[in-house]
């Protein structure tokens, strides 16, 4: 493979390695979700949470597993809107990236959101828009930049999270009988909390949209994803345990903040400060990866004018698709600035379990030559996607079906007009 997209001037450039597709996974993974999504994980599951956990862990590797060997055939930028596409049909690879651009549109804006309630709780809106200002720029001078930013807070944020569980571990406050599993735990509750959960593992599409920019896909996409996903997991088991040793399940349920909770808890206030930081740098890490995984499927989408196909334009010095870019910065910033989008997240789960249901659908029409995994994998991750998506909170679950719906809605009159003479 060509160290550069040999097409023409509306192509990407290939420049990431396996290093950068990994950092930019773990950099969309390890973010504001594991410091936003425990305590209504625990209020869902109860005594209960480690199990939602590893179900979510489950649903998030088939997933990962499918998307990977799609990604290595199709190494072009818009992830699971492609593969549908190519194995589904057109309406199906819409209707991902459809759910995939609104869902995570939302996850931007509530990251930029979380940046602001921690960097200034009283100026939260004027926050999170500068932040968003910030990022897009990032992005739009280029994806090595983009990424090496990434490497950097992944970093730190992993310091952060270390030093959490090293202070959890070793307190006086930790109490094993806490992990015990009690009656209060519900299969629904489980579900429901495994679904919440699955937000804070999905960044890994974040590498599979990036294809046409990453070295050697077919090499680079199967080993990231995986890694990237592994790391995460060892991480918010290692976080999740630590947390429940101090807090237990209710004292994690009833936490505004788990993290900072769980540091007071044992002792260590001077922390609490440390941790808040954390969790801004943290929610920027998401935004970032999140601006780039948006911009790149609206450019796919773009091509093949589902959305307007000025949009489908690569900056001649950059690299990087600066009008998707400059839509998806703005449409965030004024959603930041005029509404709170936190409620949004399960909307935004349910959204990314859709788009991630069609790459599993994809992934069982591919042959052995193509390099299908093995069945069950697919069929998991497409049953698995389901059930979670629908045992969210009712208020998602509505959303998220009315928005599929308009989708659909407006891609069949596009067609209808498309049809007449």
């Known amino acids: 493979m060509p160290t550069q997209a040999s097409g023409g001037p509306d192509e990407l450039e290939r420049r990431l390695g396996v290093p950068d597709a990994v950092l930019i996974g773990l950099g969309s993974m390890i973010g504001a979700g594991i410091f936003a999504s425990l305590a209504p994980a625990a209020r869902a599951a109860g005594s209960g949470l480690l199990i939602g956990l590893a179900v979510a862990a489950l649903v998030a590797y088939c997933?990962?597993?499918?998307?990977?060997?799609?990604?290595?055939?199709?190494?072009?930028?818009?992830?699971?809107?492609?593969?549908?596409?190519?194995?589904?049909?057109?309406?199906?690879?819409?209707?991902?990236?459809?759910?995939?651009?609104?869902?995570k549109t939302a996850s931007c804006a509530a990251m930029a959101l979380t940046v602001g309630s921690y960097i200034w709780p009283g100026q939260a809106h004027a926050v999170a828009v500068a932040a968003v200002v910030a990022l897009t720029a990032v992005n739009y001078t280029g994806v090595q930049k983009s990424a090496l930013m990434t490497r950097v807070v992944v970093t730190l944020v992993l310091a952060v999270l270390a030093a959490v569980v090293v202070v959890s571990l070793t307190s006086?406050?930790?109490?094993?009988?806490?992990?015990?599993?009690?009656?209060?735990?519900?299969?629904g509750g489980v579900l429901q909390a495994a679904g919440l959960l699955f937000f804070a593992f999905a960044g890994y599409a974040r590498i599979a949209t990036l294809g046409e920019e990453i070295r050697d896909p077919a090499r680079t996409i199967p080993l990231a994803i995986?890694?990237?996903?592994?790391?995460?997991?060892?991480?918010?088991?290692?976080?999740?345990?630590?947390?429940?040793l101090v807090l237990g399940p209710d004292g994690l349920a009833s936490a505004g903040a788990p993290l900072t909770r769980a540091a007071r808890a044992a002792g260590a206030d001077l922390l609490v400060p440390v941790v808040r930081a954390g969790a801004a740098l943290a929610a920027l890490g998401s935004l970032l990866a999140l601006i780039l995984g948006v911009s790149r499927t609206t450019l796919a989408?773009?091509?093949?004018?589902?959305?307007?196909?000025?949009?489908?334009?690569?900056?001649?010095?950059?690299?990087?698709?600066?009008?998707a870019e400059l839509l998806v910065g703005a449409?965030?910033?004024?959603?930041?600035?005029?509404?709170?989008?936190?409620?949004?997240?399960?909307?935004?789960?349910?959204?990314?379990?859709?788009?991630?249901?069609?790459?599993?659908?994809?992934?069982l029409t591919l042959t052995r030559a193509e390099g299908r995994p093995a069945r069950i994998i697919p069929v998991l991750g497409l049953a698995g996607c389901l059930v979670l998506a629908f045992a969210l909170p009712l208020s998602s679950v509505t959303t998220g079906v009315a928005v599929l719906l308009a989708g659909a809605a407006a891609y069949a009159i596009r067609r209808a007009r498309a049809r007449r003479p």
């Open 301 to 323: 989408m773009a091509r093949d004018r589902h959305l307007p196909h000025g949009l489908a334009v690569v900056h001649p010095r950059f690299k990087v698709p600066h009008r």
């Open 172 to 187: 006086g406050s930790a109490d094993a009988t806490r992990l015990d599993v009690g009656s209060d735990a519900t299969f």
């Open 226 to 244: 995986p890694v990237a996903l592994g790391i995460t997991l060892v991480v918010y088991t290692a976080v999740a345990v630590s947390v429940l």
């Open 63 to 103: 997933n990962a597993t499918s998307s990977a060997r799609l990604a290595a055939l199709y190494p072009s930028s818009g992830g699971t809107y492609v593969y549908g596409r190519e194995r589904l049909g057109q309406f199906w690879g819409y209707l991902a990236g459809w759910a995939f651009v609104v869902g």
């Open 331 to 363: 449409v965030v910033a004024t959603v930041a600035a005029t509404a709170d989008v936190r409620g949004a997240i399960g909307f935004s789960s349910f959204g990314v379990l859709a788009y991630y249901a069609v790459a599993n659908a994809g992934a």
